[in-house]
């Protein structure tokens, strides 16, 4: 058992209420700059909706992500090294700007410029902030949100669902899904990658691109399912989110948990066994593999744990972390799209809302907990989109974490108003009074040092991050050069174990 950290994030999406904050204020920090205008590291989407680039989760169109191999082996989907070679000049695979959203400035000038007594009131006129060519504004990062869900029909998750969900879902429900890297423990850029500049740091997991290595050649933006990947077109360079690392090595949340309005965000560490990934990402059938990566996580009370050469921070910190407590202790985060095989370290506790929202316009009482399960029951058409999202079509588990949630709000509501303990809905899901009280905090009413509980990097580093911070002040996305000298240094000790293979 080889244990390695990881630094992960839960978000609790019946919070978000898609102000895009998140979005605003990670755009200013990173990519606020020539060549990365219509790129967002952190974007919010409407779902159902297409989403951002356009159809990214058709993995038929986009070939992103891995595949079991008729041997059982597991393959990238964008094909093997031979294959991705040959195309290496004409990607078949690759995202247009189309698929983005031409991304728009204005001519705001005029309002101020505009000389007196014209008839009409200067209006300022969108051009393209590629061309500087007037356009027609026609698309965004988040342009289904105005649509009121007339594009959700196209949105890749329904089509493996039946016709009459379809039809009957644009009047059922919407939410928002926020989305950055996810920073993947099996990332299928890092081993698309032909010059070896995406990487995966050893002491904290987060995927960088050396931008000193990398030559352009895009593969990775191909390989990542969830097109997290985004080429500079001013530098030709692959960009991605960060996971803001300078303030993560500083003991710092990421800037879209910080400025998050809805306070859904959590950051903690998750421990894991990097033997266990292969086997985890290899298991056959799609609905296992969210167990499977449970089961590749380490109890960070686990003796072994102390045994791993972790500094005690990082050890205290996993055994704080909320992630760790939302994924295998409550049980109620799940992984995004599991069935892409990268073993994402982004998970969501997905969203009671529309299931409330539907007990009531059924007229039943959406604070009584059997009424709320009756409907979960009932309402095939939410659980099974969500079950699209977050368990490759599992809708028992879906099931099971939002009865968790519902009985979470009677319980609580019982025991505020009336001072009873209900202790049969304790019992329909499996946990005690404690568990459930300690729940409802993280997720109700948790403080910004529970939500957020990230080491400051270790001791041994904090010199050669000081050099870095006074030789690199305005570092380069994707990593300082001293952070990609460390990363050199270590990457024959962390190489993805599938990279040879592909
Ligand atoms: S989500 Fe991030 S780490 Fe995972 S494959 Fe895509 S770019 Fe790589
Ligand atoms: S800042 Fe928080 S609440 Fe607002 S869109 Fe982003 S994730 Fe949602």
């Known amino acids: 058992m080889r244990i390695r950290a990881q630094v992960a994030m839960v978000m609790n999406l019946d919070k978000c209420i898609g102000c895009h904050t998140c979005s605003v204020t990670c755009k200013q920090t990173w990519t606020n700059r020539e060549g990365t205008e219509y790129v967002w590291f952190n974007n919010v989407e409407t779902k159902p909706g297409i989403g951002y680039p356009k159809h990214y989760e058709d993995q038929d169109r986009w070939h992103g992500g891995w595949k079991l191999d008729r041997k059982g082996r597991l393959v990238l989907r964008s094909g093997g090294r031979g294959k991705r ?4 000049f004409a990607n078949p695979d690759l995202p247009s700007i189309d698929d983005y959203y031409e991304p728009a400035t204005f001519d705001k000038d005029i309002l101020v410029s505009a000389p007196g007594g014209l008839k009409d009131t200067p209006v300022k006129r969108p051009h393209s902030a590629l061309t500087g060519e007037p356009m027609a504004v026609t698309w965004g990062a988040n342009w289904e949100d105005s649509l009121g869900g007339q594009s959700g029909q196209d949105d890749p998750n ?27 423990l099996n990332p299928a850029c890092v081993s698309a990658c032909p010059s070896g500049a995406m990487y995966k740091r050893e002491e904290d997991g987060i995927v960088l691109v050396d931008q000193d290595r990398c030559r352009g050649w895009r593969m990775c933006v191909s390989a990542c399912p969830y097109k997290k990947v985004y080429v500079n077109h001013a530098t030709g360079k692959a960009e991605k989110c960060t996971f803001c690392f300078p303030r993560i090595e500083a003991g710092q949340p990421t800037i879209c948990s910080e400025t998050c309005v809805g306070r ?52 205290a910190a996993a055994q704080a ?153 305005d570092c380069p996305v994707g990593g300082s050069d001293e952070d990609f ?18």
């Open 264 to 315: 859904l965000r959590y950051l903690g560490i998750v421990l894991y066994d990097e033997d266990a990934v292969l086997a985890a990402a290899s298991v056959e059938d799609e609905k296992d593999l969210l167990e499977a990566q449970r089961a590749a996580f380490v109890d960070p009370y686990d003796p072994a744990v102390g045994e791993a050469g972790l500094p005690a921070e990082w050890i």
């Open 85 to 88: 070679l040959s195309r290496i």
């Open 321 to 473: 972390s909320p992630v760790w407590k939302l994924i295998s202790e409550y049980r109620i985060a799940l992984p995004l799209h599991p069935e892409y095989r990268t073993m994402p370290m982004v998970w969501y506790v997905p969203p009671l809302s529309p299931v409330l929202d539907a007990t009531g316009a059924a007229g039943r009482d959406d604070t009584d907990a059997d009424d709320i399960f009756h409907t979960i029951r009932d309402l095939r058409i939410p659980v099974e989109y969500l079950a699209e999202l977050f368990t490759a079509g599992d809708v028992p588990v879906v099931t099971g974490v939002l009865m968790k949630l519902a009985a979470m709000r009677s319980y609580m509501r019982a025991r505020t108003l009336d001072g009873t303990v209900a202790q049969e809905l304790l019992d329909s899901i499996g946990m005690t009074a404690g568990q459930v009280e300690a729940m409802y905090r993280l997720l109700a009413i948790a403080k910004y040092d529970e939500r957020y509980v990230v080491p400051a990097a270790h001791a041994k580093d904090a010199a050669a991050l000081e050099a870095q911070a006074a030789t690199h002040g």
């Open 485 to 502: 000298r460390r990363a050199d240094g270590r990457r024959g000790l962390h190489l993805n174990p599938l990279r040879s293979r592909s």
């Open 158 to 184: 329904l089509a493996r669902m039946a016709t009459k969900v379809k039809l009957e879902f644009e009047k059922t429900f919407m939410f928002h899904l926020p989305r950055i890297c996810e920073h993947c």
